[in-house]
């Protein structure tokens, strides 16, 4: 119900045509890498998805972030754009839902974006490499690992953006966490934590213990974002 | 109406919104790796650039891949958007002032703010440069002369980026997609630095002059050198195409 209000709210918004949009952008990076630069790759000795994605996956990590970040001001821009929000506070909703539904919506259109780029690594895998046995697992729990890292950066932008009344606020922070993500370094641990960053990281290079570690940060992230958000809310509306 | 009246007023509008704090963190952040990391520049002596040069040219390397022209597209942003925040747009049009005038003022306005977040950068790269040098008991700090010779020509090769910035801040109506494009037409820049192609991209030029910079300075590393001939003429025709096309489009929707 929810997601279906939301859903209905982001129909005209150019939400759905963006991400698809970019999706298809971000899925072209592997195919036009392999297409120019592939002889670099077709030696290598690995599964084609690891190469596939130790070649590209920064380039599309970056770009997914910056999907995350406009969407998610999107979505609360137009909120805040002709007073929405006050609207919404009169109606007898509660005021979490309405992030909820937010989120729900970000993780569902994510999946969807994520579902193309998968497609495209397994496009280049076909016709480039030779997809053996058990490649649709691999692919899938690949894209399922990035995905999940990636949840706690999209509900901190949601935060971001639900705390900033205007677009350019929440955006200005979005763009310096995104650049703070790419300034860190990748071999510490503890700062490839940061819900910005963690989405850079791939199945293949964390290996079995990591990959465990990196989900386990990922849930509590997530988790702990969601909690923050009734606290958040009533630190703003102290504010105003 | 003069246009410096003009371009003042659209500055008042800005004034509450916070935009410098979100341009002057951008700046600070950039330097504090460079800052933590100041031991590395003495390994780099060994590719034959001087620690303060590699200290300054890493940081500036840092800005104009991403830092810098993402800030001017939450720049462009706030442009727009304060103006199609409450019909803001449709009671400026109103006013007895040339669309193409106010288009103009608006743009001369992201010029501005862009030069202050490179002055920004500047300043906070002589206080981080300072800072190094106690640390490591060794002068990272650069004459100014030297700085500015360099960021001018940054500068200057911003311009074509920010008016395809602008353009699409007026052009596409709905932020989703010009805040999107803006963004991820940023990411391709490192590639198409590497290609023959690169002056037909301007959101590469920042990226481009400041890397032959660092070509120039570091005496074992070949990069590409900026050759003004076709660069000027493709720079100048986008940057022509970009704002003559914001100023048909700006406001064409309220008009309508």
């Not at chain 1, 920064?58 to 609360?76: D, E």
């Not at chain 1, 995104?178 to 290996?207: D, E, K, M």
């Not at chain 2, 003429?233 to 309220?254: D, H, K, M, R, Y």
């Amino acid at each position: 119900m929810i997601l279906f209000e939301e859903y209905k709210k982001v129909k005209r918004l150019g939400f759905f045509p963006a991400l698809f949009t970019g999706s298809l952008l971000t899925a072209a990076i592997p195919i036009i890498n392999m297409a120019f630069r592939g002889q670099l790759y077709l030696d290598q000795q690995a599964s084609p998805i690891q190469i596939l994605l130790a070649a590209n996956w920064q380039m599309m990590a970056m770009l997914n972030l910056l999907l995350t970040l406009s969407g998610s001001c999107i979505l609360y821009h137009a909120e805040y754009a002709d007073n929405a929000m006050e609207k919404l506070k009169t109606l007898p909703l509660r005021e979490s839902s309405v992030f909820l539904g937010k989120a729900v919506l970000m993780v569902c259109s994510m999946t969807a974006v994520f579902a193309v780029e998968a497609a495209a690594i397994a496009f280049c895998s076909c016709f480039w490499f030779e997809a053996g046995d058990g490649f649709a697992k691999e692919l899938c729990e690949s894209f399922g690992y990035s995905l999940f890292l990636t949840l706690p950066c999209m509900v901190l932008s949601l935060l971001i953006s639900q705390a900033c009344r205007n677009m350019w606020v929440s955006l200005g922070i979005g763009v310096i966490c995104v650049f703070t993500a790419t300034l860190l370094p990748a071999n510490s641990f503890v700062l490839s934590l940061f819900p910005f960053a963690i989405p850079f990281q791939i199945l293949p290079a964390a290996g079995a213990s990591g990959a465990v570690r990196y989900l386990c940060a990922a849930a509590a992230g997530f988790a702990i974002f969601i909690l923050a958000e009734p606290v958040l809310r009533n630190i703003r509306r102290s504010f105003e | 109406m003069s246009f410096a009246l003009l371009v003042s007023i659209e500055f008042k509008k800005i004034k509450h919104s916070k935009i410098l704090p979100i341009l002057l963190a951008a700046a600070v952040i950039l330097w504090v790796p460079s800052l933590l990391n100041s031991h590395l520049n003495f390994e780099m002596q060994a590719e034959g650039i001087s620690p303060e040069h590699n200290f300054f040219i890493q940081g500036f390397m840092g800005m104009c891949w991403f830092m810098f022209p993402a800030s001017m597209v939450v720049v462009t942003v706030l442009l727009i958007q304060t103006e199609r925040a409450n019909r803001g747009m449709l009671k400026m049009l109103s006013l007895p002032i040339s669309a193409v005038k106010l288009s103009l003022a608006k743009f001369a306005v992201l010029l501005a703010l862009a030069a202050i977040q490179i002055l920004m950068t500047g300043g906070i790269y002589y206080l981080s440069a300072a800072a190094a040098s106690e640390a490591e008991h060794y002068s990272f700090v650069l004459p100014p002369l030297f700085v500015f010779k360099n960021i001018g020509p940054l500068y200057a090769a911003a311009i074509p980026m920010l008016a395809f910035f602008w353009m699409l801040a007026v052009c596409i109506r709905a932020p989703i997609f010009s805040i999107g494009i803006g963004l991820s037409s940023i990411v391709p820049s490192v590639l198409v630095i590497n290609t023959k192609a690169w002056f037909a991209y301007p959101m590469s030029y920042p990226f481009f002059v400041i890397t032959s910079e660092y070509g120039r300075l570091t005496a074992n590393l070949d990069t590409a050198q900026v050759e003004l001939v076709p660069w000027i003429p493709a720079a100048a025709a986008i940057t022509i195409l970009c704002l003559v096309a914001s100023c048909l489009f700006f406001g064409q929707a309220e008009r309508r």
